[in-house]
C-alpha cells in the first residue's frame, strides 16, 4: 500500500501530487481511499484520486457539482466522451469538512462501490474497465487527453491497497 498526501488550494493551481507507475490494477479489484477537505469552490469537477490510461482515467473519485455529491466511476472506453458506469454519494459533499472516501471495484461481480466515512452509499456495475497503466494522479485526473479537475481543498492519507475491502473502515485523520 501507497500512502501520499497533496493540498490543492486555490482551485486550478494545485501542485498535484502522483506516481510515476500505476497503484491499482485497474482491470483486477482494487480500493483507493483517501481523506478530502473540499474547499468553497463548488462549481467545477474535482478528482481526489484517479488513474491515467491513454485518453481518460481508468477511475475517478471526484466531486461531482451537477449533483453536488461525491463520485466514483469507470469509463467503459478509453475515448473522447465515453459512457461510464459510477455511484453517488448518498448525500450533498459539505464543504470545509474533512470526509473519508473510498471506491471499490470486484472485479469478480463487475461492481464498484462507494463507502463515505465507512458507509457504502451505493453500488454500479462495470464489467469492462479499461486498461489504466498510466500514473496514479492526485488531486487532477485526464479527461480527452488532457490533465483536468484540478481539486480545490485538501487531499490526505491517499491509499491504494491491492484488491476490493469488503469494508471501508475510516482511520484516524
Known sequence: MVV??????????????GSTRPLAPVT??????????????????????AQAAGTDSGFYLKYTPGSGKWEFFQPHTDT??????????AGPAVTGRWTFLTGTYDAGSGTLTLY???QATGTAVNTSP????????I?????????????????????TPHGSATTAACPPR
Open 130 to 137: 479499461i486498461a489504466s497503466t498510466g500514473p496514479l494522479l
Open 139 to 159: 488531486g487532477r485526473s485526464k479527461w480527452a487527453g488532457n490533465a483536468t479537475d484540478f481539486f480545490d481543498g485538501q487531499i490526505a492519507g491517499v491509499r
Open 80 to 89: 473522447d466522451g465515453p459512457a461510464t458506469s459510477g455511484v453517488d454519494s
Open 28 to 49: 483486477g479489484s482494487y480500493t483507493v481511499a483517501a481523506w478530502a477537505d473540499l474547499a468553497g469552490h463548488t462549481g467545477n469537477n474535482q478528482s481526489i484520486v
Open 4 to 17: 501520499l498526501e497533496a493540498s490543492c488550494m486555490p482551485a486550478h493551481t494545485c501542485a498535484a501530487a
Open 116 to 118: 463515505v466515512d465507512g
